[in-house]
């Protein structure tokens, strides 16, 4: 799949480049005099896989000394399947198969790729800049500042593209650590301290390291969804649109995660059933959709695939996707058929139905683990557990609500914002919502969100635009 994310580059006077933009063509060349971002995206996923990986061992000598083979041989898949799928994914987005690397394949074997890629970006950063070197591509962008649309340019050098493609790549495997290996392990060492009724600080320690790399993994989903859908825009993500997001999707997911192990702890085996039928659904979902718009596979993929090996790794990423949507919403929606493989349309109808699909199923976890629940929980006020879970998942839908009205980037490009729609389905269902001629709407933000404005750009725009070249945005998240 080809990376989609652009290198968001600063300028040391981005009001004084404004003032001699080319006024015949409307375009403001931005040349490339500041020094290379750190790669903070890149430390961090590898930290987090490093900690995760060795704290999970560490719980495995616990568990083999107590003489627990069950807790140690989940504990060990759920660390070793993510860190398998990670070297395969980094080998696949650098194409190191047909390479002559045989150090790193060999660190690659020993689950030790992060690493060793890690101190390549490293390298990379530290060495640019101590001689000059030319620009390889240009990526063409549209500023949103001050109300104006603004065109802009980067020169992209070979340190810039090099570091954006260990981006784009620790982003991805960033999911799959998330999803694949830290949301199941969380899930898992929750249940087991329930079921012990004890606390190991190493088991404490693992759940809080997996807490992070999945609130990590959620808010990368998130900002990559934002890129995709907006690549045409350079994207600038503020603190308050980092913060709404770390709420609304750490609640989101803690909401969830605890749901599911509640309910794991009074009804065992029925636990197995929910978590197979939420994963086969939104594993086929892309695929039905695929099959029924009769569309062909694309042959992007990778050069040197087969349909079959095309079809592998689609079933690889519809298997991440669904992964993801188990446990949050996944902010974008796939399009297998398409050569980016992400469908670009926003469907609010969707994220409606999931949220309400989510809440009704979390309820309903609830609710039978408040009817068939142990005595363990005779110490534990349930109707307040069952209340706080209900108020947390209802916080995490108003931090979304709070992102989308107030802090989303690009938010002007939208129609309507959630007051306009909540205004509006409070008029509908109270038989108003008519206006007076020449009455202004009652709206108090003119910065919309919940209804997109056509696709198609201005053609004054699409023509200064040209061909894009599309680079890293968000590497400190």
Partial sequence: MEDHDPIERETPDDDAASASASQGQGVLLVVNQSRVRPPFSVVLATLLYCAEFVSAAVLCSKYHHSDDPIWM?????????????????LTFFHRDLGRDRPLVLFLHLLLLGPVIRCLEALVIYFKAGKKEEPYVTISRKIGLKKGQNRPMEWEIGHSERKLAAHRNAFKRTALIQAFLGSTPQLTLQLYATIQEKYI???????????LISVTYG??????????????????????????????????EIATRITSLVLFSTALTHWVIAVGLVNLLFFFFLPWAEFWARKGSLPENVEKNFSKLGTTVVLCMFTLLYACINVFCWSAVQLDLAHRELIEKRQHWGRLAAYYVARFAENVLLIGLWYIYKSDFYEYVCAPLLVVQLLVCYGLAVLFMLLFYQFFHPCKRL????????????CLKRGGGGRRRPGEPPNSYSTNATMVLVPDELPPDITSQLGDREIVDTMDAA
């Fill in 73 to 89: 041989g989940f504990t060990v898949a759920f660390a070793v399947v993510p860190a398998v799928l990670i070297q395969l994914a």
């Fill in 414 to 425: 939208f129609k309507h914002n959630v007051h306009d729609c909540l205004h509006c389905v």
């Fill in 200 to 210: 190991l600080y190493s088991r404490l320690t693992l759940m809080v390291i997996t």
């Fill in 218 to 251: 959620a808010l990368v989903c998130s900002v990559l969804a934002i890129q995709i859908r907006y690549d045409d825009y350079k994207v600038r993500l503020r603190p308050g649109a980092y913060f709404c997001m770390i709420m609304w999707r750490i609640l």
